[in-house]
């Protein structure tokens, strides 16, 4: 199946990186290669280093602009950005966060609830699964992550009905999964949008450790800016845009003595200056690509 992949808010995200002829950047989650491509055609003598977790990602990577000697390909976790740059300062790092539209078109990646496939959801395709998840957590774990990744108010209803379930027989595909939610929630909330998507989101999250390494990537992220380097982000929904945002808040933060002091004693300035508050798609976008109606745009400028 040929990787596909259109890159949200493509043109904002690119001038968002003030892209330099001679610098370095770093494409954390590379794709189809979309937003590489066009960096790379804003670049001279500067290099690009394109990461993808996803080993399919990675061979359409090789092909599409592993010729480029500009180019340094890396299949690898962008929670890994310290020890891939190794020392090397970028002057912009872009992350393109949650699944790819190859990787939701391609049933058996098990990422959809629209095609019935195996229940997979690995992004790296290994570790567990979610098939692992839904087959072997508790009751109370699925409801825990269902809520918390998926915001869903139905959450335990829904992790009571996969337990009943599979104790009849395991839970195998995406379509037996998005049966059970659509029966585990009320008729009106089957009218808001499919009654899956908040499940499937959760466990996807859950699978891929997706938030669990936010916080932290996003620091590491920040740490290898160099002074005037800039970091832009997309999100695509409110628990990974709040990660994002409450992150780049902190490196904007000055003094933090209390108000009464009459002087500074804490020394602290701010590393860092909001280039945007949060970039979405305009009207045009959104009616020709579905999936930038959720999609945010963040960006970072490193000031010291």
Do not use: W
Request: hydrophobic share 35%.
């Amino acid at each position: 199946m040929e990787f596909k992949h259109i890159s949200v808010l493509f043109e904002e995200t690119l001038d968002s990186l003030n892209i330099k002829p001679d610098g370095l950047y770093v494409d954390c989650t590379c794709g189809g290669a979309g937003h590489s491509k066009a960096i790379l055609e804003r670049l001279e003598n500067g290099k690009l280093i394109a990461i993808d977790r996803d080993p399919d990602a990675i061979e359409v990577i090789k092909e599409r602009i592993g010729s480029d000697d500009r180019v340094e390909i890396v299949n690898d976790n962008f929670s890994n950005i310290k020890s891939i740059l190794n020392g090397r300062k970028a002057d912009g790092i872009l992350a393109d966060l949650g699944v790819s539209s190859f990787q939701l078109d391609n049933a058996q990646r098990g990422f959809s609830f629209h095609k019935d496939a195996p229940l997979d959801m690995r992004m790296s395709k290994t570790g567990k699964s979610a098939f692992d998840v839904v087959n072997g957590y508790s009751e109370q774990e699925l409801a825990n992550i269902i809520n918390r990744y998926g915001e869903e108010k139905f959450a335990r209803n829904i992790a009571k009905n996969i337990v009943k379930s599979r104790n009849v027989k395991p839970i195998e595909t995406t379509l037996q999964l998005a049966e059970i939610v659509k029966n585990s929630v009320p008729a009106k909330a089957r009218r808001e949008g499919h009654p899956a998507r908040k499940t499937f989101q959760a466990i996807r999250i859950e699978v891929n450790d997706e938030l669990s390494i936010l916080s932290d990537a996003v620091q590491d992220m920040f740490s290898c800016l160099t002074t005037g380097g800039r970091l832009s982000i997309i999100t695509f929904h409110s628990l990974e845009d709040r990660t994002v945002k409450e992150k780049f808040r902190e490196f904007t933060v000055g003094c933090t003595c209390p108000k009464d002091f009459p002087v500074c004693v804490c020394g602290k300035t701010p590393e860092g200056k909001l280039i945007n508050r949060g970039i979405t798609a305009g009207e045009t976008e959104l009616e020709t690509n579905n999936r930038s109606r959720s999609a945010r745009l963040r960006t970072i400028e490193k000031i010291k």
